[in-house]
């Protein structure tokens, strides 16, 4: 392997790992944050 298929090879776990990490924190905020509606994905309140 030269340098060039061994960036690609970085990249693509990289690429991998993001992939992962967004869906883990979609599954859990939607799944398991015991807030129903948009609020289990989204919380934009204000704080007072």
Same mark, same amino acid.
């Given at each position: 392997?030269?340098?060039g298929?061994? %960036?690609?090879?970085?990249?693509? @776990?990289?690429? +991998? %790992?993001?992939f992962l990490?967004? @869906?883990?924190? +979609? ?15 989204v ?6």
């Open positions: 392997m030269d340098c298929q061994h %960036l690609d090879v970085v990249r693509a @776990v990289l690429h +991998f %790992l993001v990490f967004l @869906v883990t924190g +979609f599954v859990y905020t939607a799944f398991f944050y015991n807030q129903e509606g948009g609020e289990g994905i919380d934009a309140r204000a704080s007072p």
